[in-house]
Every structure is written in structure tokens, then in C-alpha cells.
């Protein structure tokens, strides 16, 4: 009696499906896709003896161009699972009937193209990405950096980089240490992130499978909860002020002060500066739109300190020592001001004043929409995201419902038993 081998294909069942035993004469059991609204004619996967299981396209070459007068069956490989789910297969299935409809045959096509030299990831980075990443980023060198970890892969070819080569590559940068300490979590999931955009252009330019999609970044430890509450604020600030470089030590309250991101800071020319109208011009930020910083009294006294020490030929407010240039981010003064203010460097780094800045601001009350403005947040859950709740605005917070309830309850009376 033969068996009927048609079912609905789905991710849980293909991983339930039985390898043959070890005595059959068949290396492999071959199930079609069938039965659901979805399922394509002609769709299978194969399931080896050693639990290897394989999407593939079984079609005839009747009117096909390269077919002649003779008709035969054919079939095409489309991939492996899980590298491949079952809607990936079927996606896949039905681009390669669309061709088989349009009297093309599948096999010829993707070896012709296969005459294409396929890039490995290395050149794939250096040719494709880093040029397209040039206009559209940034934030494009610390890409450029942060590919330098991703040695294990570089020789991989793009259409042969799998999400086991890709968890493989996450794993290995879990041992990697620098100057001692190991990578934290976020630092790890930056280059992972970035693995991910690079997959996703491949598969626009280079029509391969995305692999990238089905890796997951690791949880991050919260490193970034960290802030700086009000007097800590200030503490560093005025240790900011006294710094021998003034150039390094403003840049550093200031940052404190407005809560801008580093690089916004250090790319400003004097021609962002309106002293007049109190303003800072930020022309392009992350979310690629502008941001006009107010000016307090205490910014203004920064700037014009700075002004002062204005160079001539070089445009940028926090100068270099090489002419036209801007200071690299001051990481070296930064951990001294914080040893003399006395402030626990663990977890502090420049971002940790965007934190500072919008959990100062929200706990003291100011409206979430107006410290939105202030961080230019495209997204008020990302500002949301930045708020961290000190000590004295959680006990705020519990004491006025507590009093609110004891001042509620005064006036009222126990419901009589019943």
C-alpha cells in the first residue's frame, strides 16, 4: 500500500518528521507540501537518515526554453533547515514557478549565476556596505571598527553565511577581552547588529537568504542604568571647570548640561553658536533631523570661555591640536574629573549624560514632551527609555499616594457589617 506523504507543512512538523531507519534501502523520505492554503505544488523536503532535512523544488522542463522537443522532471535544491523555515522555502518556491511559468528553467538561471563570483563577507563589507554606509550613516566608522571582530566570518562567502556561522561568531566575541575585562553585552550586540545590516543588504543587492534574521541579540545587563543624579551632576561639572584643558573640561559640562550626544558636540563650527538668540544649531543628528539646543546662562558662560580661545583657521567650538580639526572624545580627562569629583566611574561614560539629563529632568517634573524636545527624540518611548528614578522621586512618589489616601479616608466612614 503506498503511503501518501502529503501534509501541511510547518516549521514544528518538518522538525517532527522521522528520519528513515538505519536498514532502509532509501537514504531519504521525501514529504510534499499540501492541504493548507498556503502549501506550493511541487515543494518538498527530504529528511536523511542522519536527520538532515532539505527544502527542494520538483518541476518538469516541459516548455521551457532549454528543454527542446523532450520533457523531463527536474528538481532544484532551495535550501537547508532550519537556515531555512517553511515560508522561506515556499517565498522561495514560488519566485523559481514564476520563472518555470515564464519558460525558464530554474536550474540554468542559478547557474549562470553562479558564474557570478559571489563576494565573501570581507569584500562584500569593503565594496558594497562601507561605500553605501559612507552616505547614509553617521556612525559609519564605528562600523568599520566594529568589523574588525568579525574576523571567523570574513572568508565566508555571503550566500554560504548561515545563522550558525553567525551564533558562532556571537559566541566567540563572548571570550574576547579588552585590556583585560570582557566585552559587555551591548558592546557584543553592536557587532552582531551590525552582521544583521550587512546580511540585509546582501539581500537586496545579491538576492541571498537572510540568515541573519533568525539570530537574536543577547540580553544586555543594564549597564546603562546608571546616571547621575542632581548634586553628582553639579559635583562633576564644577571638577569640569577647573580641568588645566578648558577646552576638554567644558566639553565635558557641557555635555552634562544639554544632554546632547558627544559627536554632536564636537562636530559644532562657531557658526552653529548664536549668542544673540541663545541658540546651538545641530543640523543633522541621529534621527537625521536638525536640533536647536537653548542656550542657559551657564552654557552661554561655557561657550564664551571657549571663545576666547577661539584659533584662527579652525571653525570647530572644541579645537584640536592639528589645525581645522575638532578633539577626539576626551576619555582620558573624563575618568580623571571623575576621581576628583569622587564619582564611582563604573558604568559612567559620555553617554551616561543622556541618561543623567532626561532622569533629572523628569524627576524633578518637568512633562515628558518637553524633555523630549530637549533630547530630540523622534520617539517619546525612547525618552521614556532614558528615565531612571532616584531615591528620593520613587519616596515622592509613595508618599503622596499614601497621603492622599490617609486625607481620603478621614472623611470617611466603616461600611456597616453585615
Same mark, same amino acid.
Given at each position: 500500500?503506498?503511503?501518501?506523504?502529503?501534509?501541511?507543512?510547518?516549521?514544528?512538523?518538518?522538525?517532527?518528521?522521522?528520519?528513515?531507519?538505519?536498514?532502509?534501502?532509501?537514504?531519504?523520505?521525501?514529504?510534499?507540501?499540501?492541504?493548507?492554503?498556503?502549501?506550493?505544488?511541487?515543494l518538498?523536503?527530504?529528511?536523511?537518515?542522519?536527520?538532515?532535512?532539505? &527544502?527542494l523544488?520538483?518541476?518538469?522542463?516541459?516548455?521551457?526554453?532549454?528543454?527542446?522537443?523532450?520533457?523531463?522532471?527536474?528538481? *532544484?535544491?532551495?535550501?537547508? &533547515?532550519?537556515?531555512?523555515?517553511?515560508?522561506e522555502?515556499?517565498?522561495?518556491?514560488?519566485?523559481?514557478?514564476?520563472?518555470?511559468?515564464?519558460?525558464?528553467?530554474?536550474?540554468?538561471?542559478?547557474?549562470?549565476?553562479s558564474a557570478?563570483?559571489?563576494?565573501?563577507?570581507? !569584500?562584500?563589507?569593503?565594496? !558594497?556596505?562601507?561605500?553605501?554606509?559612507? !552616505?547614509? $550613516?553617521?556612525?559609519?566608522?564605528?562600523?568599520?571598527?566594529?568589523?574588525?571582530?568579525?574576523?571567523?566570518?570574513? $572568508?565566508?562567502?555571503?550566500?554560504?553565511?548561515?545563522?550558525?556561522?553567525?551564533?558562532?561568531?556571537?559566541?566567540?566575541?563572548?571570550?574576547? !577581552?579588552?585590556?583585560?575585562?570582557?566585552?559587555?553585552?551591548?558592546?557584543?550586540?553592536?557587532?552582531?547588529?551590525?552582521?544583521?545590516?550587512?546580511?540585509?543588504?546582501?539581500?537586496?543587492?545579491?538576492?541571498?537568504?537572510?540568515?541573519?534574521?533568525?539570530?537574536?541579540?543577547?540580553?544586555? %545587563?543594564? %549597564?546603562?542604568?546608571?546616571?547621575?543624579?542632581?548634586?553628582?551632576t553639579?559635583?562633576?561639572?564644577?571638577?569640569?571647570?577647573?580641568?588645566?584643558?578648558?577646552?576638554?573640561?567644558?566639553?565635558?559640562?557641557?555635555?552634562?548640561?544639554?544632554?546632547?550626544?558627544?559627536? =554632536?558636540?564636537?562636530?559644532? $563650527?562657531?557658526?552653529?553658536?548664536?549668542?544673540?538668540?541663545?541658540t546651538?544649531?545641530?543640523?543633522?543628528?541621529?534621527?537625521?533631523?536638525?536640533?536647536?539646543?537653548?542656550? %542657559?546662562?551657564?552654557?552661554?558662560?561655557?561657550?564664551?570661555?571657549?571663545?576666547?580661545? @577661539?584659533?584662527?583657521?579652525?571653525?570647530?567650538?572644541?579645537?584640536?591640536?592639528?589645525?581645522?580639526?575638532?578633539?577626539?572624545?576626551?576619555?582620558?580627562?573624563?575618568?580623571?574629573?571623575? =576621581?576628583?569629583?569622587?564619582?564611582?566611574?563604573?558604568?559612567?561614560?559620555?553617554?551616561?549624560?543622556?541618561?543623567?539629563v532626561?532622569?533629572?529632568?523628569?524627576?524633578?517634573?518637568?512633562? *515628558?514632551?518637553?524633555?523630549?524636545?530637549?533630547l530630540?527624540?523622534?520617539?517619546?518611548?525612547?525618552?521614556?527609555?532614558?528615565? @531612571?528614578?532616584?531615591?528620593?522621586?520613587?519616596?515622592?512618589?509613595?508618599?503622596?499616594?499614601?497621603?492622599?489616601?490617609?486625607?481620603?479616608?478621614?472623611?470617611?466612614?466603616?461600611? =456597616?457589617? $453585615?
Amino acid at each position: 500500500m503506498k503511503v501518501n506523504r502529503t501534509i501541511n507543512l510547518t516549521n514544528s512538523v518538518v522538525r517532527s518528521l522521522k528520519p528513515p531507519s538505519a536498514d532502509s534501502r532509501s537514504s531519504d523520505i521525501e514529504w510534499s507540501d499540501g492541504r493548507g492554503d498556503n502549501s506550493v505544488i511541487g515543494l518538498k523536503v527530504l529528511v536523511g537518515k542522519t536527520g538532515n532535512r532539505r &527544502f527542494l523544488l520538483r518541476y518538469s522542463s516541459r516548455n521551457l526554453k532549454s528543454s527542446g522537443k523532450s520533457s523531463r522532471k527536474a528538481s *532544484i535544491s532551495l535550501g537547508r &533547515f532550519p537556515d531555512l523555515s517553511v515560508e522561506e522555502a515556499r517565498k522561495k518556491a514560488r519566485k523559481l514557478k514564476v520563472q518555470i511559468a515564464d519558460g525558464i528553467d530554474p536550474k540554468i538561471e542559478r547557474d549562470s549565476r553562479s558564474a557570478v563570483v559571489m563576494p565573501d563577507v570581507y !569584500t562584500f563589507f569593503h565594496e !558594497t556596505y562601507l561605500p553605501w554606509a559612507k !552616505t547614509r $550613516k553617521k556612525s559609519w566608522k564605528d562600523d568599520e571598527t566594529r568589523f574588525l571582530r568579525c574576523k571567523p566570518i570574513y $572568508k565566508i562567502q555571503m550566500d554560504r553565511l548561515s545563522a550558525h556561522a553567525i551564533m558562532k561568531l556571537q559566541s566567540h566575541l563572548s571570550t574576547e !577581552t579588552y585590556k583585560g575585562k570582557p566585552y559587555t553585552a551591548s558592546t557584543n550586540n553592536r557587532v552582531i547588529a551590525l552582521v544583521k545590516g550587512i546580511c540585509s543588504l546582501s539581500a537586496r543587492v545579491l538576492d541571498t537568504t537572510n540568515h541573519a534574521t533568525k539570530v537574536s541579540l543577547l540580553p544586555e %545587563s543594564g %549597564s546603562r542604568d546608571r546616571f547621575l543624579n542632581v548634586e553628582e551632576t553639579a559635583l562633576l561639572i564644577k571638577v569640569s571647570r577647573t580641568y588645566y584643558c578648558k577646552v576638554k573640561g567644558n566639553l565635558i559640562a557641557m555635555l552634562w548640561l544639554t544632554g546632547c550626544r558627544i559627536s =554632536e558636540l564636537l562636530e559644532r $563650527k562657531w557658526q552653529d553658536v548664536d549668542f544673540d538668540n541663545r541658540t546651538l544649531f545641530i543640523k543633522t543628528s541621529k534621527n537625521k533631523k536638525s536640533h536647536q539646543v537653548y542656550l %542657559s546662562n551657564l552654557m552661554l558662560e561655557l561657550l564664551s570661555e571657549l571663545r576666547e580661545l @577661539k584659533q584662527p583657521g579652525n571653525p570647530y567650538v572644541f579645537p584640536g591640536s592639528r589645525e581645522g580639526t575638532h578633539i577626539s572624545p576626551p576619555r582620558k580627562a573624563f575618568k580623571l574629573i571623575l =576621581e576628583r569629583a569622587g564619582i564611582d566611574p563604573e558604568g559612567v561614560v559620555f553617554h551616561t549624560a543622556r541618561h543623567s539629563v532626561a532622569s533629572n529632568l523628569l524627576n524633578s517634573g518637568l512633562d *515628558i514632551t518637553s524633555v523630549q524636545r530637549v533630547l530630540n527624540h523622534a520617539d517619546m518611548a525612547s525618552t521614556l527609555h532614558y528615565r @531612571k528614578f532616584d531615591r528620593t522621586a520613587l519616596e515622592r512618589g509613595a508618599n503622596a499616594l499614601s497621603e492622599m489616601v490617609e486625607r481620603a479616608s478621614e472623611n470617611l466612614a466603616l461600611p =456597616e457589617p $453585615k
